[in-house]
């Protein structure tokens, strides 16, 4: 009896290894005509993102092709597959039948983003048990497969930053305008990733030690010196200042003034990358470097720098007014201020901005050292700001600089053409002992260099505050920040003639507290508004404080008791 229970046990006990073996087998033995070819999946390498301290603000966005066959969908289970692919996919039923029934081959079904990836993957198990796929002659069973496919670049924040930001262009695979073509090296995808080794019956590779990995080489990541919220406040307050003004077009950037980082450059002329209106590629200029323009008066304090540099002026020295209106013999029309002064002193040239004033000092350099000096403050050359396509401008001869009718009115800002970035780059030597900066709006290394002695600097500070205190730029005063800056306002130049009702007005100065130093400019193209609100002590000076006031709000500047 007890031999005849082993025997049992012994039977049984082999049954279920037989059973267990044959299990084993169907699991991993290949099906009849299996080919266990080598497969290879291209993994797409991505651009790098752009980014503020907190926010990305251009970045890219993985896109994935879904490839299937139709044929190996089961015919009566098409419904079936287009209910549940469209409920994981969120692409329509009617889209999906029209992309699919008739057509032959692995076709292309959709391209989706990594979330809808996980979404199809997770579907797929659900359609293997449900059996919606066939098995395919060499065993494998069929089914979409996904790859990865490429990428969108994606900009989160609209309009902001543009066209400073620039956009990818994915037809041509490259930035196109701004930061996105600067530093397009930088930032480029530079190697897809590959896999390579046996496939197994569902088609998926084996990673054995046959297969072979190589990751993708992604793009570059840019961080920018640009406070985000600072740049948007000071976006939409151009966009105010615009209208109000009727001009064609309203910059500003603030500029820390010792690193030369760009925390803002902002234009009231802006687009969305990811969807371009006709009506808006004009706006794709970058007019802080590609609108050479004639400053007006914002080039006096320059002129009176370089008198300084070469020991021609002194600043409490008295200069001759002539009640507002001179003309000399050289001249076929008087020079005229708006303010008539019988004296003033040199400082008050700039104080109140005296043509008469600034001519009859700058007839004191030579041609030669007027045109030395204003290439010395980065005129009639490129900034080197990390933006692509500037224009330098120009500076007259030294042949017309030696007479004095170009010599004195490129000192009050006519006949020199400039541009609004060299204007900010030029100013901020005056906040920074005289140290010129070149401009950076990525977090990049800058370049500086002495241009004016630390001496010279602190006077034309002065100078500049005066301004502020009690000349044309009395409406950038703010209590408790030292602010200082100089006005400009200059016919526009179009058609062989000045306009006498179109103006560009400008306002170059600093926002400083104990512990932190900003210069600032604010330019206004093209204004229309009525006398006497297109002086720019009426338009670009009131929105220089405004961009203050900001800041202070933005706990980027302090407010001091007792300035």
Wanted: charged share 25%.
């Amino acid at each position: 009896m007890n031999y005849r229970l082993l025997f049992i046990f012994i039977s049984f006990f082999i049954f279920l290894a037989l059973l267990y073996g044959v299990f084993i087998f169907f699991s991993i033995a290949k099906p009849l005509h299996y080919k266990n070819p080598i497969i290879e999946v291209k993994e797409s390498a991505i651009r790098g993102s752009i980014y503020t301290e907190y926010y990305k603000i251009a970045k890219s966005k993985k896109l994935y092709g879904v490839y299937l066959n139709p044929s190996y969908i089961d015919p009566k289970k098409k419904e079936l597959f287009y209910k549940l692919f469209s409920i994981y996919s969120n692409i329509p039923v009617n889209d999906l039948k029209e992309k699919i029934e008739g057509k032959k081959g692995n076709i292309l079904i959709a391209k989706v983003d990594l979330k809808t990836k996980q979404n199809l993957i997770y579907l797929r198990k659900i359609l293997d048990k449900k059996r919606v796929f066939l098995t395919a002659e060499n065993g494998i069973r069929v089914g979409y497969g996904i790859v990865s496919l490429d990428f969108d670049r994606v900009y989160p924040y609209g309009d902001t930053l543009e066209p400073i930001l620039g956009r990818y262009k994915k037809d041509e695979r490259k930035g196109d305008n701004g930061l996105e073509e600067y530093y397009n090296e930088l930032l480029r995808a530079k190697q897809d990733g590959i896999k390579i080794g046996y496939r197994d019956v569902f088609g998926n590779i084996i990673y054995d030690g046959n297969a072979v990995i190589r990751q993708p080489k992604n793009g570059n990541n840019l961080k920018l010196n640009i406070n985000l919220l600072l740049q948007r406040k000071i976006e939409k307050l151009l966009d105010i200042q615009k209208e109000k003004f009727k001009a064609k077009e309203v910059i500003a950037a603030v500029m820390d003034s010792k690193s030369g980082k760009i925390l803002a450059i902002a234009t009231s002329n802006r687009y969305n990358p990811e969807h371009i209106a006709v009506n808006e590629v004009k706006n794709m200029k970058i007019s802080a470097i590609r609108e050479i323009y004639e400053p007006g008066s914002v080039m006096k304090p320059i002129a009176f720098a370089i008198l300084l540099e070469n020991n021609l002026v002194n600043p409490y020295e008295v200069i001759k007014g002539y009640n507002g209106k001179w003309k000399p013999k050289w001249r076929k029309e008087p020079i005229v201020d708006d303010k008539p002064f019988k004296w003033l002193s040199a400082e008050d040239v700039i104080v109140y901005s005296s043509n008469i004033g600034i001519s009859q000092l700058v007839l004191r350099l030579s041609g030669n050292k007027f045109k030395k000096g204003l290439e010395k403050f980065g005129f009639s050359k490129k900034s080197g700001i990390d933006l692509p396509y500037e224009l330098k401008g120009r500076i007259r001869s030294v042949r017309l600089l030696n007479y004095p009718v170009f010599k004195t009115t490129t000192s009050y800002g006519y006949g020199i053409e400039v541009n609004f970035i060299q204007l900010l780059k030029a100013y901020n030597a005056f906040n920074n002992n005289g140290i010129e900066v070149t401009p950076r709006i990525a977090d990049m290394p800058t370049y500086s260099k002495q241009v004016i002695s630390p001496k010279n600097a602190i006077i034309m500070l002065k100078i500049l505050r005066k301004v502020v205190l009690k000349g044309t730029g009395k409406k950038a005063f703010v209590k408790g920040i030292f602010t200082a800056g100089k006005t400009g306002t200059a016919y526009v130049y179009k058609n062989g003639k000045y306009h006498k009702d179109i103006y560009n007005t400008s306002f170059f100065g600093f926002a400083n507290d104990k512990n932190h130093k900003y210069t600032i400019g604010v330019t206004f193209f093209d204004v229309k508004a009525k006398w006497p609100n297109y002086f720019a002590s009426n338009s670009a000076v009131p929105t220089f404080k405004k961009i203050v006031d900001i800041m202070i709000n933005e706990n980027l500047l302090k407010v001091e008791n007792g300035e």
